[in-house]
């Protein structure tokens, strides 16, 4: 089986995750903790990552294998020696992807590279010399600009993308025209969670309307000590964020709440919980008789192994559309893995649509 070769855009926690975790499975050749063993014939060991591209001087120029447990990642490491991996971190470029209060930050923050930022003509030479297949964007919410600075580069080297943050292209018709355009898959808007505060959100809600209690309010709150986290504190970053999950959980829903009653998005920045995220959740409804519930839950977990998870099924599943000469947005990936899908639709709609589309949905669970 020929390897799927990524690039890489943001070297941050979820990256870290994304490198270590190909490596572990390689190694381990364990199905645990995967939602799918194989996606087509591709085994998670058969994603090999060619490419980290970033900004910040504690990772531009060392081998990618050095980069991922550079500051300010701080997520938990699941192989401690990833010494092998000697892809190249280059030089990106900053646009939006760094907000002032970011360069402020310290070594919380981001550390500007003094080099030479990227061109799209640097940028697409480097996908082609590497022979790059799917480009991840890992950048900070908020990455309007740069996003898109990307996602042309990605168009000209023809390579598919999965979009892994709340800037909206696989779902913008305009971009997916031109990936359509241009023979080209992408998978995203804004990747979930294996068992992440959205995804729990969404069964709980879809729970509430299975058994016919009606939702009046509900809110989900998110702390952590991650670097996105930090980057959200600046809150004109976090528009397409509170929309994209607010609008994953609104479809859920039996009916569409009012923008009062429902309030969905990170709450605060907590230093000593590096990696760790930590969403309250709270649902209100009304049982038989109009009899008054609420259910509470609080949600831990890693954040990037959490989100990696997810990825590593959508390269394979934008490596698989490209071999079958399907092009644009990815209809079932992109609702069955993401936030922000083209349409939006359950878990086990978008789970049987994927059977139908690729073949055989094989769960490692099974």
Known sequence: MTAIRIAVVGIGNCASSLVQGVAHYRRQQSSTGLIQEFVGDYAVGDIDVVLGIDVDERKVGR???EAIFAKPNNTKAIESDMASNAAPVIMGKCLDGVSDHMRAAGERGFVVCNRPEATQESIVAALREHDVDVLVNFLPVGSQDASEFYMNCALEARVGVVNSIPVFIASDPEWDARFRERGLPIVGDDIKAQ????????????????????????????????????????????DSKKVSKTDAVQSALAARLEDDDIVIGPSEYVPWQKDNKICFLRL??????????????????????????????????????????????????????????????PEEEAERLLAWEFGAFRCAAE
Not at 201 to 230: C, E, K, P
């Open 63 to 65: 081998p990618l294998g």
């Open 195 to 238: 068992v992440g505060a959205t995804i729990v959100h969404r069964i709980l809600s879809q729970l509430f309307a299975l058994r016919g209690v009606g939702v009046d309010h509900t809110y989900q709150l998110n702390t952590g000590g991650n670097t996105d986290f930090i980057n959200m504190m600046d809150r004109s970053r976090i």
């Open 284 to 345: 209100e409804g009304q049982q038989f008789g109009g009899i008054p519930m609420n259910l509470e839950l609080r949600l831990s977990v890693e954040d990037s192994p959490n989100a990696a998870a997810c990825v590593v099924d959508a390269i394979r599943y934008c490596r698989l559309a490209m071999e079958r000469g399907m092009a644009g947005a990815l209809t079932a990936p992109s609702a069955f893995y993401c936030k922000h899908p083209p349409v939006q639709m």
